[in-house]
């Protein structure tokens, strides 16, 4: 589910979970469990397999555990985001795939993003569910002025889209990504720890801040809303629209490599 590299004091952290690394219960807890074990690296570089970073929650399995399942699923995503965010060590996301939803709000929990391929973005709105308000106030913290327009568009972009909005750092070719996300953990790391800490709870304390006054508040309303018969009806839509777009895009990629129809 998670592979732990050691590249010297540099943990590479990678999310080998299902096709798409799609956020359920089992891989928040652990990556909330993996971050509380990597207090002693010198720094951490997240990253996805195959063709994600991670594609977002995981929707069927919302659908299929009702609210029981809702119920845990929501502080999971909430403290694997925060696990992230407040790490005191430096943390690089090496995005070298689609960051969709939760996947997006995962890399902007990182100090520093590097991107090398596929698409980013916050889509919650489109699958019809709200944001809790730690996932909110990351990207908030991530990308200022620009949060409103990303969370209502409902957008993804590319890496070099994303870069112009703060989103992404820096874009890099696939083949360099890994060793460009190494290279900034390290020069990251050489910041005397205590220094580094405490620069972090500094920049991060007003929405750290936020988070603690309202994400109590916001708690039983956000699983009355995730669990309304309007928002499954709409997540199911959501689903449904997907599974009919990808046979779609399937002829169209064989019909490229196959002109003639062979």
């Known amino acids: 589910m ?51 970073f991670s594609a977002g929650v995981d929707l069927r399995r919302l659908l299929d555990g009702g609210e029981e399942y809702t119920a845990e699923f929501l502080p999971a995503l909430s403290a694997a985001c925060r696990a992230v965010f ?47 308000t730690v996932p909110l106030e990351v990207l908030r913290h991530a990308v200022g002025p620009a949060t409103s327009d990303l969370v209502l568009s409902t957008r993804t972009m590319t890496a070099a889209e994303a870069a112009t909005v703060g ?36 920049l991060r304390r007003e929405a750290i801040g936020r988070m603690d006054a309202t994400e109590p508040i916001d708690r039983a309303q956000l699983l009355d809303t995730w669990t309304s018969a309007e928002a499954r009806t709409a997540i199911a839509a959501f689903l449904a629209e997907l599974a009919a777009r990808r046979p ?14 062979s």
């Open 86 to 132: 407040a790490h005191p060590r430096p943390v690089v996301a090496a995005v070298n795939g689609h960051a969709i939803a939760g996947g997006c709000i995962l890399a902007a929990a990182c100090d520093r993003r590097l991107m090398s391929a596929g698409t980013i973005g916050v889509t919650e709105l489109a699958v019809g569910v709200p944001f809790p």
């Open 248 to 261: 779609r895009a399937a002829r169209r990629t064989e019909e490229r490599s196959h002109p003639d129809g």
């Open 167 to 202: 989103l992404v750092d820096r874009v890099v070719a696939p083949d360099e990504l890994m060793d460009s996300a190494l290279h900034e953990a390290e020069r990251l790391a050489r910041i005397p720890e205590q220094t580094f800490a405490l620069t972090k709870t500094q």
């Open 2 to 52: 998670i592979d732990i590299v050691e590249h010297g004091p540099i943990r590479v952290v990678r999310m080998r979970h299902g096709k798409v690394n799609a956020l359920d219960l089992e891989l928040l807890l652990a990556l909330r469990e993996t971050f509380a074990g990597l207090r002693e690296a010198a720094a951490v570089v997240l990253t996805g397999h195959g063709s994600s």
